[in-house]
């Protein structure tokens, strides 16, 4: 009899406001023991098709299985992580490109191109070249849609620092770290898992709220619309569960995948810190809410509120725009790929994929 475990989903890529971000070197360490699996081949190959059928062999082992959708195209899958079994199957093609450190030690390359009529690709050499060039085009405009909402934030939290009291934020993560990780697990410090937890996506901003469902009993959310005081608790709060021993999964914002941590989630302790506004809508009714205003000058606030509230419409205003320019390439990949489907084998593909599967 296999134990159920309930599924969960990240995103590894992000599009943001330089270029495509993407996190999946920071999923294993290619000089560790493991079999990782590099799939190669452009769209439409059946890559995504290929890992859910791997990641659904490892669902009905009873394995805990993270899967990684493709921001691009919600529905579609990146990459699969086995931890347990030291097990990865990535799509290593444009924008995520990933090459092998240790290839045929701990890192495998598969070529799904060994099932194309080259020659019907050759035939529409224009076609496939100016629809790859209009999606290129397309995420260009989104990341400098990106890149001034960016700008906007970043200014609306320099108006909020003015009026923060930092010193009670700090005081206040301190009681909540202690409060949510009451027992040093080990001497050895855990790990911090970078993921994201949200994406821009064609279909609007999308939330993996099932994955805080299945490893979440405790939810504290973080109303700040702002961006005030959330990203310095939830940094306080997965630090501290590092140094004693606890990993960490750290979910950052897909507009600043450098340094600002939205959410985490501490799995063995079955604990979320959840940023909530009106990106992020609330998980569970239940859960423990913390306002971002209780930390700020009343006054103040009030005085800057006009201000901060044309700011967040503007930003929205750009983010919407960049869900309309990623729907469009979407809509321009999926005209691409018929092409690539319509030169594929699809029996050599499946082919592939059993004796990947096999193989596991």
Same mark, same amino acid.
């Given at each position: 009899?296999?134990?159920?475990?309930?599924?969960?989903?990240?995103?590894?890529?992000?599009? /943001?406001?330089?270029?495509?971000?993407?996190?999946? /070197?920071?999923?294993?360490?290619?000089?560790?023991?493991? =079999?990782?699996?590099?799939? %190669?081949?452009?769209?439409?190959? &059946?890559?995504?098709?290929?890992?859910?059928?791997?990641?659904?062999?490892?669902?009905?082992?009873? =394995?805990?299985?993270?899967?990684?959708?493709?921001?691009?195209?919600? /529905?579609?899958?990146?990459?699969?992580?086995?931890?347990?079994?030291?097990?990865?199957?990535?799509? &290593?093609? @444009?924008?995520? +490109?990933?090459?092998?450190?240790?290839?045929?030690?701990?890192?495998?390359?598969?070529?799904?191109?060994?099932?194309?009529?080259? @020659?019907?690709?050759?035939?529409?050499?224009?076609?496939?070249?100016?629809?790859?060039?209009?999606?290129?085009?397309?995420?260009?405009?989104?990341?400098?849609?990106?890149?001034?909402?960016?700008? +906007?934030?970043?200014?609306?939290?320099?108006?909020?620092?003015?009026?923060?009291?930092?010193?009670?934020?700090?005081?206040? !993560?301190?009681?909540? !770290? /202690?409060?949510?990780?009451?027992?040093? %697990?080990?001497?050895?410090?855990?790990?911090?898992?970078?993921?994201?937890?949200? !994406?821009?996506?064609?279909? &609007?901003?999308?939330?993996?709220?099932?994955?805080?469902?299945?490893?979440?009993?405790?939810?504290? @959310?973080?109303?700040?619309?702002?961006?005030?005081?959330?990203?310095?608790?939830?940094?306080?709060? =997965?630090?501290?569960?590092?140094?004693?021993?606890?990993?960490?999964?750290?979910?950052?914002?897909?507009?600043?995948?450098?340094?600002?941590?939205?959410?985490?989630?501490?799995?063995?302790?079955? #604990?979320?810190?959840?940023?909530?506004?009106?990106?992020?809508?609330? +998980?569970?009714?239940? @859960?423990?809410?913390?306002?971002?205003?209780?930390?700020?000058?009343?006054?103040?606030?009030?005085?800057?509120?006009?201000?901060?509230?044309?700011?967040?419409?503007?930003?929205?205003?750009?983010?919407?725009?960049?869900?309309?320019?990623?729907?469009? !390439?979407?809509?321009?990949?999926?005209?691409?790929?018929?092409?690539?489907?319509?030169? #594929?084998?699809?029996?050599?593909?499946?082919?592939?994929?059993?004796?990947? +599967? %096999?193989?596991?």
């Amino acid at each position: 009899m296999t134990k159920t475990i309930l599924p969960v989903s990240f995103f590894l890529g992000a599009n /943001n406001k330089i270029k495509y971000c993407s996190l999946f /070197n920071d999923l294993y360490d290619p000089y560790e023991k493991g =079999c990782r699996i590099i799939l %190669k081949g452009g769209p439409g190959t &059946g890559k995504s098709t290929l890992m859910k059928k791997v990641a659904e062999r490892f669902d009905k082992k009873g =394995c805990f299985t993270e899967r990684g959708f493709c921001s691009a195209d919600p /529905n579609s899958l990146d990459a699969v992580f086995v931890p347990e079994a030291d097990f990865c199957i990535f799509d &290593g093609t @444009s924008p995520h +490109i990933l090459e092998p450190t240790l290839p045929g030690v701990s890192e495998h390359i598969v070529d799904l191109g060994v099932a194309w009529d080259r @020659s019907f690709l050759r035939e529409h050499i224009n076609e496939i070249g100016e629809l790859t060039r209009s999606n290129k085009l397309q995420h260009k405009k989104v990341a400098e849609f990106m890149k001034v909402a960016s700008q +906007i934030e970043t200014q609306a939290v320099l108006i909020c620092a003015d009026f923060t009291d930092t010193d009670k934020v700090q005081r206040y !993560a301190k009681r909540l !770290a /202690n409060r949510l990780i009451p027992s040093q %697990k080990s001497n050895e410090k855990g790990q911090m898992k970078k993921r994201f937890l949200s !994406a821009v996506s064609p279909d &609007g901003i999308i939330v993996q709220h099932d994955t805080v469902v299945a490893l979440s009993e405790t939810i504290v @959310s973080i109303e700040d619309e702002f961006s005030a005081v959330s990203p310095y608790i939830a940094e306080y709060v =997965c630090n501290y569960a590092v140094e004693k021993g606890y990993d960490v999964y750290a979910c950052y914002c897909p507009l600043f995948p450098e340094y600002k941590i939205e959410h985490i989630i501490i799995p063995e302790l079955k #604990t979320t810190v959840f940023t909530r506004n009106s990106y992020h809508y609330s +998980i569970d009714d239940g @859960s423990q809410k913390i306002h971002a205003s209780r930390f700020y000058d009343k006054a103040s606030f009030e005085k800057n509120k006009e201000k901060l509230v044309f700011m967040k419409k503007a930003k929205r205003e750009l983010i919407d725009e960049a869900v309309r320019k990623l729907s469009i !390439a979407k809509d321009i990949h999926d005209r691409l790929e018929d092409y690539y489907i319509k030169a #594929t084998d699809f029996d050599v593909i499946n082919e592939i994929g059993e004796k990947i +599967i %096999k193989s596991i």
